[in-house]
Nanobody
Framework: QVQLVESGGGLVQVGGSLRLSCAAS????????MGWFRRSPGKERDFVAA????????SYVDSVKGRFTISRDNAKNTVYLQMNSLKPEDTAVYYC??????????????????WGQGTQVTVSS
């Protein structure tokens, strides 16, 4: 059973940057495909980005393409989400998710059995 802990959220101004981290423990990190989701106020938990076990394959929701970058360091058991050019609509709780399928770039919540507790990102205008 893998445990996931996010960090790096906070308050940032429009146009600013943040880097979220998700540290994994309790499993073999390189066996897992990883993803980031977010839940904005009044909305569902939506897909943001995903990365395969090797890091060679990634996928993004259209609204963050060119601004966000997902990456991973298997030696550190950590996945990252670099967020640049932040907008007010990026305000949300961001969740890290893990899948037993190494090659998955899944975009739906039910493809990820493992979840972190979330970290708040607030973009002020």
């Amino acid at each position: 059973q893998v445990q996931l802990v996010e960090s790096g959220g906070g308050l940032v101004q429009v146009g600013g940057s943040l880097r979220l981290s998700c540290a994994a423990s309790g499993g073999t990190f390189s066996n897992y495909g990883m993803g980031w989701f977010r839940r904005s106020p009044g909305k569902e938990r939506d897909f943001v980005a995903a990365i395969s076990w090797s890091g060679y394959m990634t996928s993004y929701v259209d609204s963050v393409k060119g601004r966000f970058t997902i990456s991973r360091d298997n030696a550190k058991n950590t996945v990252y989400l670099q967020m640049n050019s932040l907008k007010p609509e990026d305000t949300a709780v961001y969740y890290c998710a893990g899948s037993d399928r190494r090659y998955t770039l899944g975009r739906t919540r039910n493809q990820y059995p493992y979840w972190g507790q979330g970290t708040q990102v607030t973009v002020s205008s």
